[in-house]
Each structure stands twice: as C-alpha cells, then as structure tokens.
C-alpha cells in the first residue's frame, strides 16, 4: 500500500499560508483552523457579561456570569442595601472587568489549543486561590440568594450585615493563609524532580 502523497511531502513543499493568517509562534504549516475565536470580537461580546463566553461554547459559564451581574444590579437597584450600596458597586465592577479578561484569555487559549502550539508555562501559584471552584461559588449564590430572599419576602433587616461584612474577609484571610502554609509544607515535603 502506498502512502499518500501529501504525508510524504517535507515542509518546504507544503504551500505558505499568508503572513496574516499566522498567529505569532505558530508553524510554518500551520493553517488558520476555521473554529479559531477573535480575541477582540469575544471581549467586545462580553460588555455584556456572559456573552463571550458563550461565543467561545462555554454556555453554562455565561448564563452563569449574567445570571451574577444581573443579580448584583437587582440588588443595587433594591435600594435596601443601605451602606453595602458601595461594597456591591466595586464588586460589580470587578465582576464586570473580570468577565472581560476571561473572555479575552479563553479565547486564547483556546485558539492556542486549537493551533496546537507549545503549551504556555504559567508563573508559580497560578490558579491556587480557587476558593474550592464551584463548590465555593454554589454555596456563595445560595447564601447571597437567601439572605435577599430573606431580606425582600419576610422583611429581615440586613443592618447586622452592614456592620459585620469585614467579618467575610477577615475569615476569607484566614482560610487563604492556612492554605497557603500548607501548600508550601506539601511542596517542601514532596521529592523534587
């Protein structure tokens, strides 16, 4: 059986795409994958938050992303907040300009993946304050979606949360120090290679 003749062909007698269409670092052969997402279209998407993610096919993490910023301008616009009114406007605004770099690095990545280029070295650390990933942010909606419940059907006053909300991040501290320390006994105690 013989091969076919395009697998016997050597790189220098592969056709050269357009200089545009390479990505930098790519291969010489590498041609533009058709699945490939704009960076910039999926960040422009994401002013409204959610909906880059879903142009890159993470569905569910853009409803999800849409669902908490509208769910922090319902309570914004609740006027019940009192002297939280300006602790959920940063945090919407952190959400807002956190969904724009997600949407800009998954598409990234994914167009990396995609080209199959060498896979990125990230610093030291990266990615380790996951706060438990989605168990953490489920019991963090359930608990910001009862306390409003809370707040707006049963008239539950939200005045001792005005005063202990630092409260959150001292024990948000804690929990980040603890972890740290032992992450850095388990890297002390594992062989290095």
């Known amino acids: 059986m013989t091969p076919h003749p395009d697998l016997e062909a050597t790189p220098e007698a592969m056709p050269k795409p357009a200089p545009y269409l390479l990505p930098p670092g790519a291969r010489p052969d590498y041609y533009r994958d058709p699945r490939a997402k704009s960076p910039v279209l999926t960040t422009v998407l994401s002013l409204m938050p959610g909906l880059g993610q879903v142009y890159l096919g993470y569905t569910q993490l853009g409803f999800i992303h849409a669902a908490v910023f509208a769910s922090l301008i319902a309570l914004l616009s609740s006027n019940q907040l009192g002297r939280l009114e300006p602790f959920v406007g ?17 598409a990234l ?85």
């Not at 919407?92 to 998954?106: C, E, I, K």
């Not at 059907?153 to 001792?160: A, E, M, P, T, Y």
């Not at 202990?164 to 006994?185: K, S």
């Open 109 to 193: 990545l994914l167009n990396e993946s995609l080209a199959q280029l060498e896979k990125p070295t990230l610093p030291d650390g990266f990615g380790t304050v996951s706060l438990g990933g989605r168990l953490a942010l489920g019991v963090g909606l359930i608990l910001v979606g009862l306390l409003t419940l809370l707040n707006l059907r049963f008239g539950l006053s939200l005045v001792w949360l005005e005063r202990w909300w630092p409260a959150g991040l001292v024990l948000l501290g804690i929990y980040l120090v603890a972890r740290a320390l032992r992450d850095r006994a388990a890297s002390q105690e594992s062989p290095q290679a």
């Open 90 to 106: 940063i945090s919407m605004a952190f959400f807002f300009l956190y969904n724009l770099v997600d949407a800009h690095r998954r």
